[in-house]
Nanobody
């Protein structure tokens, strides 16, 4: 049984930091691309950051570049999203997701390519 479980969300003031965690069971992150998506009310789900299974390539949305960092601890089979300098517009439900890394994808961005999802964790940034 594959399970992804996010944690670390919460309420933070603008300019603050949070670190989201995604603990995986039933899959090994080193074999899967990892993505962090977010969805705000009234908006489509968007890719925030992604890490290739090999760890050699990362993707960041322009809106978070320089502020967020995606990483993985293979020994703990856990992914992370470090979020610094948070802004109110970062408020959303954040989801971790995984897709099998042993094939070609046109991009990181298509959420339909990700077969495994966590339940989401709420991040709220106050002004």
């Amino acid at each position: 049984q594959v399970q992804l479980e996010e944690s670390g969300g919460g309420l933070v003031q603008a300019g603050g930091s949070l670190r989201l965690s995604c603990a995986a069971s039933g899959l090994t992150f080193s074999n899967y691309d990892m993505g962090w998506f977010r969805q705000a009310p009234g908006k489509e789900r968007e890719l925030v950051a992604a890490l290739k299974w090999s760890g050699e390539t990362t993707y960041y949305a322009d809106s978070v570049k320089g502020r967020f960092t995606i990483s993985r601890d293979s020994a703990k089979n856990t992914g992370y999203l470090q979020m610094n300098s948070l802004k109110p517009e970062d408020t959303a439900v954040y989801y971790c997701a995984a897709r099998w890394g042993g094939r070609h994808y046109s991009s990181y961005m298509n959420y339909r390519d990700y077969g495994y999802w966590g339940q989401g964790t709420q991040v709220t940034v106050s002004s």
